[in-house]
């Protein structure tokens, strides 16, 4: 059972436009969301998080909302960048131990 | 550069071959993971080590068997593997728990069965 969703698999923006990536998770017991951006031939890395207290999260060019009623978050990244081309994931806990994930979405950035 | 480590990066290996993916942090995290990630799939749990003990066992195949000597160190014994096995085996750990703590990932072994 796929927990988090991440229903579009590609994403492509022209530099200096926003990016928004979108994430829809099913179990209401979530109460903390993180995204992982990807890179070929390296691990996922941490990009920024959100609880469930909040709505939205800010860090930089990357802000993350949350729609608690619609189980929805999304990434906004202003303005983008070709180096932020990569595979961002969704996250959450399912409890201490279990991070599940969304399928990923593949952005990229055209210069 | 990322303050998990793992080895070998690339790794081929028969049916028959017996061999071990090694992983280390010195971040003092105290929590490992080992995570199976197919392609264009997300990655997905196989092992967490908290305090140096297993507590979670994915029902992963008996194949794949986890070792934690200490805790910035975590080994995955590879044995009579399967082609379908082959998938990028990333490490990662974290503070304690997931929590309000993130999880820190390896770069990863790209392992390929033939």
């Known amino acids: 059972d796929q927990q988090v969703k991440q229903n579009s698999p590609s994403l492509s923006v022209q530099e200096g436009r926003i990016s928004i990536l979108n994430c829809d998770y099913t179990?209401?017991?979530?109460?903390?969301f993180l995204w992982y951006k990807k890179y070929p031939a390296e691990g996922p890395t941490f990009l920024i998080s959100?609880?469930?207290?909040?709505d939205k999260n800010e860090d930089g060019r990357f802000t993350v909302f949350l729609n608690k009623s619609a189980k929805h978050l999304s990434l906004h990244i202003v303005p983008s960048q070709p180096g932020d081309s990569a595979v961002y994931f969704c996250?959450?806990?399912?409890?201490?131990?279990?991070?599940?994930f969304g399928a990923g979405t593949r952005l990229t950035v055209k210069p | 550069d990322t303050e998990v480590t793992q080895t070998p990066k690339h790794l081929v290996m028969g049916m028959t071959n017996k061999k071990s993916l090694k992983c280390e942090q010195h971040?003092?995290?105290?929590?490992m993971y080992w995570y199976k990630q197919k392609a264009k799939k997300p990655p997905e749990l196989m092992f967490v080590?908290?305090?140096?003990?297993?507590?979670i066992n994915e029902s992963v195949p008996s194949r794949f068997s986890p070792e934690c000597p200490n805790s910035s160190l975590l080994n995955l014994h590879l044995h009579a593997l399967q082609p379908e096995d082959s998938a990028l085996y990333l490490c990662?750990?974290?503070?304690?728990?997931?929590?309000?703590?993130?999880?820190?990932f390896g770069n990863g072994t790209r392992l390929t069965v033939t």
């Open positions: 990662a750990s974290s503070q304690q728990g997931l929590y309000n703590s993130p999880l820190h």
């Open positions: 179990n209401s017991m979530f109460d903390y």
């Open positions: 959100i609880s469930s207290i909040k």
């Open positions: 996250a959450a806990p399912y409890n201490n131990n279990d991070m599940r």
């Open positions: 971040m003092g995290h105290r929590a």
């Open positions: 080590y908290s305090y140096e003990k297993l507590s």
